[in-house]
């Protein structure tokens, strides 16, 4: 079955980094989209970044653009989220999902992930 497994979180002063890794198995996903959400209590899961197996094309949620790279390893089947110039309210749970890429359809919608990893606390301290 579908595993995908977050490490990296962690606490890290304001404008520091922190770099998320999610090792992905059990299936082949050059067809999928790999993405990054993100949480806090009372809050819906939001959208942070995507990457496209298959060509490496990035999608960026507008809070952090600039700050954030997400990008891939393919012969260790890894997707990383560089997290730079990080703030207080980059505090959350970060999940790592997987979803069969169809063009650009729900890229940054929970509804276009059906794989779910368990989540990693970031926390950033002002």
């Known amino acids: 079955q579908v595993q995908l497994v977050e490490s990296g979180g962690g606490l890290v002063q304001a404008g520091g980094s922190l770099r998320l890794a999610c090792a992905a198995s059990?299936?082949?996903?050059?067809?999928?989209?790999m993405g990054w959400f993100r949480q806090t209590p009372g809050k819906e899961r939001e959208f942070v970044a995507a990457?496209?197996?298959?060509?490496?094309?990035?999608f960026y949620a507008d809070s952090v653009k600039g700050r954030f790279i997400i990008s891939r390893e393919n012969a260790k089947n890894t997707v990383f989220l560089q997290m730079n110039s990080l703030k207080p309210e980059d505090t959350a749970v970060y999940y790592c999902?997987?979803?069969?890429?169809?063009?650009?359809?729900?890229?940054?919608?929970?509804?276009?992930?059906?794989?779910w990893g368990q989540g990693t606390q970031v926390t950033v301290s002002s």
């Open positions: 059990g299936r082949t996903f050059s067809n999928y989209r």
């Open positions: 999902a997987a979803g069969y890429s169809v063009g650009t359809f729900r890229t940054m919608d929970v509804r276009g992930y059906a794989y």
């Open positions: 990457i496209r197996w298959s060509d490496g094309y990035t």
